[in-house]
């Protein structure tokens, strides 16, 4: 059904959903990002899903990933971007990542994933290690608290106005400024807080 679909259409419904999602988005047209597979030809043994931060060209083998758009997005236009999506009625907040992009490169990356259907639209936040400061999108999507709570108690994220900053994972009397998902972290060197 799907391959009458798209032979109807031309496109599959993932890229229609891609398509209508940069209309949608055409304001922040030049941070849009598909990611493209790679020319370069693996080696025996090699990852096929290595994606490099600067532009998330991911190596495959095959046509790529019609069915992916990423989009850079600053901290002060994070919650009118995702009311954008909100409004423009399209997919829904599937997850929230951190990634700690090391102390050299002095950033740490907040990942924000949308999807429609077999569409998936990554929102990539960066923020300073030291000032990782971003806004709280729980006023829109109130199930993102969760997924806030745990940036901030495994990173060290400041959310400015999230409504619940209790521990998930770790003891209440975890050490203050001990993050386990930060690249320096040392698990041998922690202990609870007298």
């Not at 060209?57 to 995702?82: A, W």
């Not at 829904?92 to 990356?109: K, N």
Request: include cysteine.
């Amino acid at each position: 059904m799907l391959s009458e679909f798209k032979e109807k259409s031309g496109q599959s419904q993932a890229e229609q959903a891609l398509n209508r999602v940069e209309q949608l988005l055409e304001t922040w047209r030049e941070k849009l990002n598909k990611p493209q597979p790679s020319e370069k030809t693996l080696v025996s043994g090699e990852n096929p899903l290595i994606f490099p931060y600067a532009k998330r060209r991911i190596m495959l083998t095959g046509n790529g990933r019609p069915d992916v758009l990423d989009i850079s997005v600053h901290p002060d236009e994070l919650l009118e971007v995702v009311q954008t999506l909100l409004d423009g009625d399209w997919g829904y907040l599937i997850t929230i990542t951190g990634l700690d992009l090391g102390p050299e490169a002095g950033e740490i990356e907040i990942l924000y994933h949308f999807a429609e259907g077999a569409a998936v639209v990554t929102l990539s936040v960066k923020v300073g290690r030291e000032t990782a400061v971003i806004p709280s999108i729980c006023s829109l999507i109130p199930s993102a608290s969760f997924f806030e709570r745990e940036l901030v108690e495994m990173l060290g994220i400041t959310i400015l106005n999230t409504p619940n900053t209790n521990h998930l994972f770790l003891p209440d009397d975890w050490p203050a400024g001990a993050y386990p998902l930060r690249k320096e972290f040392n698990p041998e060197n922690q202990q609870a807080a007298p």
